[in-house]
């Protein structure tokens, strides 16, 4: 533990060929140290998302505690209530891809179904508005087949496409806090929390 204030020691290198064993496990203890904050962080950026996308009768963060409330309701588990929480995290800084942004955050610690569900989630909300745009709004059939595609489909419906209502009552960010703490307080990659249900 560092005095606030007091200079942390840095690597001796100024370009990585030059680092040495000492400077390698600096950054890797930072690394670590770094890591146990991505709760806090992912919980501010949350804040953030009210800056984006506008036109809804919600803001960004209603709409994501609006999806997480639901599945909460519908007595979903920890795992995809943290991911109905993050779904559209990445609408600020991947606009074309945000559904591959959530999807990459939540990889690490969740089961690989709610993973696919949220990279997938995109695609799928498209059937609620493509036609209206010129497009397919069956697209999302190409996983017809897909043993995870009638979770994507109940995510979208249930959850995610009915969350923009700004009469509904939904539980507010701090009530969520301890759930995004538990699911990134665990091991990253630990096979206990990423294989998915029933395997
Ligand atoms: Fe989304
Ligand atoms: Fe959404």
Not at 17 to 43: I, K, M, S, V, W
Not at 76 to 101: Q, S
Not at 130 to 148: I, K, S, T, V, Y
């Amino acid at each position: 533990m560092t005095a606030p204030g007091t200079p942390r020691p840095v690597v001796s290198f100024t370009a990585m060929e030059h680092g040495t064993r000492a400077d390698y496990q600096l950054l890797d203890g930072y690394e670590r140290e770094h890591a146990e904050g991505l709760a806090d962080r992912l919980l501010a950026s949350l804040v953030r998302l009210d800056d984006s996308l506008v036109g809804y009768q919600v803001t960004r963060l209603e709409h994501s505690l609006q999806t997480a409330t639901r599945a909460r309701r519908d007595g979903a588990d920890v795992d995809w209530v943290v991911a109905a929480l993050l779904h559209d995290l990445g609408d600020g800084l991947a606009p074309f891809n945000h559904d591959e942004f959530a999807a990459a955050v939540l990889r690490p610690y969740v089961r690989e179904e709610v993973v696919w569900v949220v990279r997938h989630h995109g695609l799928f909300q498209r059937y609620y508005f493509a036609h209206h745009l010129g497009g397919d709004r069956d697209e999302r059939d190409r996983f017809a087949d897909h043993p995870w595609f009638d979770l994507c489909a109940r995510f979208c419906a249930d959850w995610d496409q009915s969350s923009f209502d700004p009469d509904y009552s939904s539980d507010d960010l701090e009530s969520f806090t301890g759930d995004v703490r538990q699911v990134f307080a665990r091991e990253p990659w630990s096979a206990d929390f990423t294989q998915p249900a029933n395997s």
